[in-house]
């Protein structure tokens, strides 16, 4: 995981793609499921964006052995799974 400082906190990201400026961020149901975790989560999104980074938040379970492939050519798209 990678993290991104700004002025007002961090953000967390799983994935970069740097020459397209796009990040994943995988979403397991354990730690992102509570509605402290949600705003954590809307927050650092917001953080990205406004870096200039296309957020891509993907479903763990979305990353299973017979998903993976889809899933992987939907988030390249800038497709969410969510």
């Known amino acids: 995981m990678f993290g991104i400082a700004g ?7 799983d994935f970069v793609l740097g020459e397209r400026n796009l990040v ?4 397991g149901g354990y730690y992102h499921s509570t509605l402290e975790a949600k705003a954590r989560d809307e927050f650092g999104r917001e953080q990205l964006i406004n870096k200039g ?3 891509v938040d993907l479903q763990e379970e ?3 052995d017979d998903k993976i492939n889809h899933t992987m050519e ?3 798209e800038g497709v969410e799974t969510l």
């Open 62 to 64: 979305d990353l299973s």
């Open 24 to 27: 994943f961020r995988v979403m």
């Open 74 to 76: 939907l988030a390249l």
């Open 53 to 55: 980074y296309i957020v």
């Open 7 to 13: 002025e007002l906190g961090s953000a967390t990201i």
